[in-house]
């Protein structure tokens, strides 16, 4: 492997945040696990550290700048760079709801998780990435976020992911130039808290994809859509 790459992951005390850092942490990378609980996210690095696997761990809520702005000053003050951003931390508040009935409110705290959310943290630490010349973003999106196969219900949580890969796009094109990679991951349908049981993958081949894009060599695409490293319909 070429020089260690220095890894921040939200949401990664459970589900695919907590294999995303896992499999990075294997393969010999610097991960930063961070979790909105604090001592879910220790919990989270006891479990690794039981695995020997050492991460390091930041409090980081992605709907509090201040824990953002904490991250980003401790990430440039212990390392001076960050290399991979894994857009993980996401919520699914209206399930089952129909787009006629469903509170507006639901659908606004989703957006800022999963849309607001990785666009604060997005423009908090990118001038870490721009500065040292490499950069490699996976915004972990969803399948009920294409437009190609949208169906009735769950307003909130699809028009999020649509609007976060719309996010990868845009800001791909933006920083083409900078060897910053910016691509949409969908998991598949993982069993997690959120998947639930009874979903079809496990979370290693849940997580590979976003291992894959989190990964890219420099000739690698960018401002895509992915699942299991192949193109998707947006
Ligand atoms: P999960 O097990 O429910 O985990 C979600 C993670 O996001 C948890 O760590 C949660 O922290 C964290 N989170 C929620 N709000 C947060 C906030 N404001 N700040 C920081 N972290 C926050 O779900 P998952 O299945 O691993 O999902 C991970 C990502 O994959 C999500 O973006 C999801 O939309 C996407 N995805 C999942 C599936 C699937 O089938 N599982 C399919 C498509 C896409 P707490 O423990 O504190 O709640």
Redesign the pocket.
């Known amino acids: 492997m070429d020089k260690p790459k220095i890894a921040l992951i939200?949401?990664?005390?459970?589900?695919?945040?907590l294999e995303t850092a896992r499999q990075l942490a294997r393969m010999g990378h610097q991960v930063i696990l961070t979790?909105?609980?604090e001592s879910?996210g220790q919990l989270a690095v006891e479990t690794l550290d039981s695995e020997g696997l050492q991460v390091d761990y930041q409090r980081?809520?992605?709907?509090e700048i201040a824990s953002i702005e904490s991250t980003k000053d401790h990430i440039a003050g212990k390392y001076g760079r960050l290399d991979i951003l894994v857009n993980?931390?996401?919520?699914?508040l209206d399930r089952g709801s129909p787009a006629l009935t469903v509170d507006e409110d639901m659908v606004k705290r989703t957006f800022d998780?999963?849309f607001y959310?990785p666009l604060r943290t997005c423009q908090a630490v990118f001038p870490l990435m721009q500065s040292g010349g490499y950069g490699r973003v996976v915004n972990?999106?969803?399948?009920?976020g294409a437009l190609a196969d949208m169906g009735g219900r769950m307003l909130g949580y699809k028009a999020s992911?649509t609007a976060l890969n719309a996010r990868t796009r845009i800001l791909a094109g933006e920083v083409k130039d900078d060897n910053i990679k910016v691509n949409a991951v969908?998991?598949?349908?993982?069993r997690?808290?959120?998947?639930g049981a009874g979903?079809s993958r496990n979370l290693e081949d849940?997580a590979s994809g976003i291992i894959w894009a989190a990964t890219l060599p420099d000739d690698g695409p960018t401002g895509g859509f992915f699942r299991d490293g192949e193109a998707i319909d947006w």
Request: charge should be neutral; hydrophobic fraction near 30%.
């Open positions: 939200t949401g990664a005390n459970r589900g695919l945040g979790s909105r609980n879910d980081l809520d992605v709907s993980n931390a996401g919520i699914y998780v999963n959310g972990v999106s969803s399948g009920m992911k969908s998991p598949g349908w993982v997690t808290d959120m998947g979903a849940g």
